[in-house]
Structures are given as structure tokens and as C-alpha cells.
């Protein structure tokens, strides 16, 4: 015990605490001791990562739904696209028509029921899908060509000839500029009453030429848009 005080002295006089066992064991406990803010931050960013797991998957889910989707989109329209190149409008009608509710606005999906519309003798069904068209794309030229064959197969011959006439000013391909003018003769021969019905001639070059934007091979040509 002397020889403790002794060295407690020694100690205190140069400035040096001696801790006791028990003095040591608290320091001990107070370091170690958790911090409230600490374990409170770490539990706030545990609830926000709990949180927002739903929410990823949630996300992950709709995304995989619109893939889905669009991959059902485009094979609607691709399978439609090869009816109307074959030559099987009503086909392709019937393929699309279904469809109107959930995908009328598409202007592509428009375009192609349009189309099918008119070659399936449903002029008034295509001028309302080209028109949809029009709306938000109004240099659509195949779209607007269409709609100048639809308007003629519905007797609406003024506004036929203004829209054939505005895609022939845009100087289409040959092929299509050479079917354009068949019509604009068709309009211009019945206009100066050298025939007395135009009809069995709408009738002879719709079936003949199919749609204005094909050749006489029936190879779909595209039409430049502007």
C-alpha cells in the first residue's frame, strides 16, 4: 500500500492521473457506449431503403409490361404491313379494327388501318383513321395521298382532287406520280362531262392499282416525307 501512494505521488507530481480499476472500467463503458444520433440516423436510412424496394420493383414491373407491349405493337403492325403488301386489305382490316380503342392516336397503326380501310371498299372508316393521321402529322404524304383515294371512293371528288394535287406538288417517286395523275385524269374527265359517271373508272383504278403509294408490281414505295 506505501508503495502505491508512493507511486501515486510520484505520478501526481509529474502530472499523471493514476486511474483506479474501477475509474478504467468507466472510461471503458462511456467510449464504447452507442451514440443516440448514430443508431437514430442508421435506422432512418433503413426505413427509407425498406421503403422504397416496393417502389423499385413497382417500377420494374411497369417497365417490363410496356416491353410487352410494344413488342405486341410491333407485331400487329409488321404482320399488317405484309397483308397489305400481299394484297389482302381485308385481312389486314379485320387484324387492326379490333384495335381502334386502345391504339387510335398511333399514327402509324392510323395509317396502315387507313389504308386497309380503303382497300377493303370502307372509304368513310379510312378518311377518319387518315385524318387522325393528319392531325398531328400533317406532311404525312402516304397518309395524305390515301386520303385523296378515300375521299374520291366516297363521291367527295373536290376534296379528293386538292389533296392529290398537293402530294403531286411535293414531287413523289415516278410510280406514285404516275398513279396520282390517273386519278387527277379520272376527276378532270368526269369535271368536263365527257363521262357521265365516274364511278366504274374509281372502281377500275382502285382495283387495279391497289393503293397510290404501290407500283403497278405491287411493291410498296415510300413516299419522302417533307
Not at 3 to 29: C, E, K, N, P, W
Not at 53 to 70: C, F, G, H, M
Not at 157 to 164: C, D, L
Amino acid at each position: 500500500m506505501k508503495a502505491y501512494r508512493l507511486l501515486h505521488f510520484l505520478l501526481a507530481a509529474s502530472g499523471i492521473t493514476l486511474l483506479t480499476v474501477a475509474d478504467a472500467s468507466a472510461q471503458t463503458t462511456s467510449n464504447t457506449a452507442v451514440n443516440p444520433a448514430t443508431d437514430q440516423t442508421t435506422t432512418s436510412n433503413e426505413l427509407r431503403l425498406a421503403q422504397a424496394r416496393p417502389q423499385a420493383e413497382a417500377d420494374a414491373d411497369t417497365k417490363a409490361k410496356r416491353e410487352v407491349q410494344l413488342a405486341a405493337r410491333q407485331k400487329l403492325l409488321t404482320n399488317a404491313t405484309e397483308l397489305i403488301k400481299s394484297s389482302r386489305a381485308k385481312e389486314a382490316y379485320a387484324l387492326l379494327s379490333p384495335y381502334q380503342s386502345a391504339m387510335a392516336g398511333d399514327v402509324e397503326y392510323d395509317y396502315l388501318l387507313g389504308l386497309a380501310a380503303v382497300d377493303s371498299g370502307k372509304p368513310n372508316e379510312a378518311i377518319f383513321a387518315l385524318e387522325r393521321v393528319l392531325a398531328v402529322r400533317p406532311n404525312h404524304l402516304q397518309a395524305r395521298a390515301e386520303i385523296a383515294r378515300a375521299y374520291l371512293a366516297a363521291g367527295e371528288i373536290a376534296a379528293s382532287k386538292q389533296e392529290f394535287e398537293t402530294v403531286q406538288a411535293q414531287n413523289p417517286p415516278q410510280e406514285v406520280s404516275a398513279t396520282i395523275q390517273k386519278y387527277l385524269d379520272i376527276i378532270e374527265t368526269d369535271r368536263t362531262g365527257k363521262k357521265t359517271s365516274i364511278r366504274g373508272y374509281i372502281e377500275a383504278l382502285l382495283g387495279s392499282d391497289s393503293n397510290v403509294n404501290s407500283a403497278t408490281s405491287n411493291k410498296q414505295i415510300a413516299v419522302p416525307f417533307f
